[in-house]
């Protein structure tokens, strides 16, 4: 009998220890048959806003915003770090990382740069630190000096009338023709137009510095005011010019 109760006991003292090793041998089995990280995709779609082509593209007077689609197998929440540099440099002169979702878009606002020549590229990093290859460089420009002269107004049949209303003005009802003028300003590559009695904005391109005839019909008698500015390849405008003119 003392016997038999010395077996049980040292049975049920064994159980545990034997369950514990059993458990233990599980978990290494769990931890050899995790897949491993693997790093994300690299970013694609890359791109900027205003517009341009990743080979080359120029924006004027307004901040950069850059855009990049982000992809990982096993991670919901990314970082994407986007670097800019000088055309020719070799320090980025913007270093800057946002968080993205995978299979999203990864959006870095309001980037700032002085004119001049740039490139920039990004990467991708998971939660648990690893990190996508670079892209490949994609090139922009920036041109924030505007127009620095509005551009010129003329018609012979509608006169500018700032001296008051000019006796051989044309009538109210019938074409006449308005030539935009660059001012001298030779950068200048388009104008945009619009009229008191029709505030659709139009806009018509020039070969730099070169001028424009624009056909113009004022609908009824009295005084009329014809709004140009000018632009130039980045989409800079020069101030307004404010031609008036009467119909008869």
């Known amino acids: 009998m003392a016997a038999a109760a010395s077996l049980a006991a040292v049975a049920a003292l064994a159980s545990p220890a034997a369950a514990t090793a059993k458990g233990g041998g599980d978990t290494a089995s769990a931890v050899r048959a995790a897949p491993a990280n693997t790093p994300p995709e690299i970013p694609d779609r890359l791109a900027t806003s205003p517009a341009t082509d990743c080979a080359g593209g120029t924006i004027g007077n307004t901040p950069v915003t850059l855009m990049a689609g982000v992809e990982d197998a096993d991670s919901v929440s990314l970082t994407a770090r986007f670097q800019v540099f000088d055309g020719d440099g070799t320090d980025p002169v913007t270093d800057v990382s946002v968080s993205a979702m995978t299979g999203g ?127 130039d390849a980045a989409g800079n405008p020069s101030d307004t010019r404010e031609y008036l003119f009467y119909a008869n």
Request: glycine share 12%.
């Open 105 to 231: 878009t990864a959006t870095a606002h309001g980037i700032d740069l002085p004119s001049g020549d740039y490139r920039w590229r990004v990467r991708a990093t998971d939660s648990a630190g690893a990190a996508s290859a670079w892209t490949a460089f994609c090139v922009f420009s920036v041109d924030r000096v505007r127009p620095d002269l509005p551009p010129t107004v003329s018609s012979v049949e509608f006169p500018d009338g700032d001296a008051g209303w000019p006796a051989d003005t044309g009538d109210a009802g019938t074409p006449g023709i308005f030539t935009l003028g660059a001012n001298g300003v030779e950068d200048v590559v388009s104008y945009l137009w619009y009229s008191s009695f029709d505030p659709t904005r139009h806009e018509g391109s020039v070969p730099p510095g070169g001028a424009a005839e624009v056909t113009i019909t004022p609908p009824f008698r009295g005084p009329h005011v014809l709004y140009v500015q000018s632009l």
